[in-house]
Antibody
Framework: QVTLKESGPGILQPSQALSLTCTFS??????????VSWIRQPSGKGLEWLAT???????YYNPSLKSRLTVSKDTSNNQAFLKITSMDSADTATYYC??????WGQGTLVTVSS | DVVMTQTPVSLPVSLGGQASISCRSS???????????LHWYLQKPGQSPQLLIY???NRFSGVPDRFSGSGSGTDFTLKISRVEPEDLGDYYC?????????FGAGTKLELK
């Protein structure tokens, strides 16, 4: 059974960096073909793909945010990470990690506010 | 970037009726490996998106056969027959053939 769960700070101030952790089970990110993606959704709005990291450590980023995004992984602990620098109120959203396309985490709400 | 044009934005339906949602991509979604990575999701309020259809026409585990997907190249359709109350919510298409992956803007399926 595949499960994913996001964890993060909940709230942070403008200009701070966001660090999110995705802890998963049911698959290994060291296995050929596996990948974890990050997606976000502002309240009441649509879905935006942010980044993907592959089993072989290839990384793909949304060009509109690329300079601010970093994805990484810890295969021994079944975790993936997303860092976003210079957070702004426009980054307030629910952030999901996913073993795309089938399995998504429950999401974690991140609010950027002073 | 591949632009996914999803229509309609809102779709009023009657229970027991049929619904059809379209996603058109700005370029072909056929991957170099021959697969087409176009997927459909339903998102209910307060929940994560749930996969309905993967790779155009394959129903995910547990998805009723009332849901069907079709299409090829740049033109794709999700059909829901005999709409039930649990089908109401927001539907999204996702293309993962190309990076950046891109979603349609969503279709709200609601009661007429």
């Amino acid at each position: 059974q595949v499960t994913l769960k996001e964890s993060g700070p909940g709230i942070l101030q403008p200009s701070q960096a966001l660090s999110l952790t995705c802890t998963f089970s049911g698959f290994s990110l060291s296995t050929y073909g596996m990948r974890v993606s990050w997606i976000r959704q502002p309240s009441g709005k649509g879905l935006e793909w942010l980044a993907t990291i592959d089993w072989d450590d290839d990384k793909y980023y949304n060009p509109s945010l690329k300079s601010r995004l970093t994805v990484s992984k810890d295969t021994s602990n079944n975790q993936a990470f997303l860092k976003i620098t210079s957070m702004d109120s426009a980054d307030t959203a629910t952030y999901y990690c996913a073993w795309s396309p089938a399995y998504w985490g429950q999401g974690t709400l991140v609010t950027v506010s002073s | 970037d591949v632009v996914m044009t999803q229509t309609p934005v809102s779709l009023p339906v009657s229970l027991g009726g049929q619904a059809s949602i379209s996603c058109r991509s700005s370029q072909s979604l056929v991957h170099s490996n021959g697969n087409t990575y176009l997927h459909w999701y339903l998102q209910k309020p307060g929940q994560s998106p749930q996969l309905l259809i993967y790779r155009v026409s394959n129903r995910f585990s547990g998805v009723p056969d009332r849901f069907s997907g079709s299409g090829s190249g740049t033109d794709f359709t999700l059909k829901i027959s005999r709409v039930e109350p649990e089908d109401l919510g927001d539907y999204y298409c996702l293309q993962s053939t190309h990076f950046p992956n891109t979603f349609g803007a969503g279709t709200k399926l609601e009661l007429k």
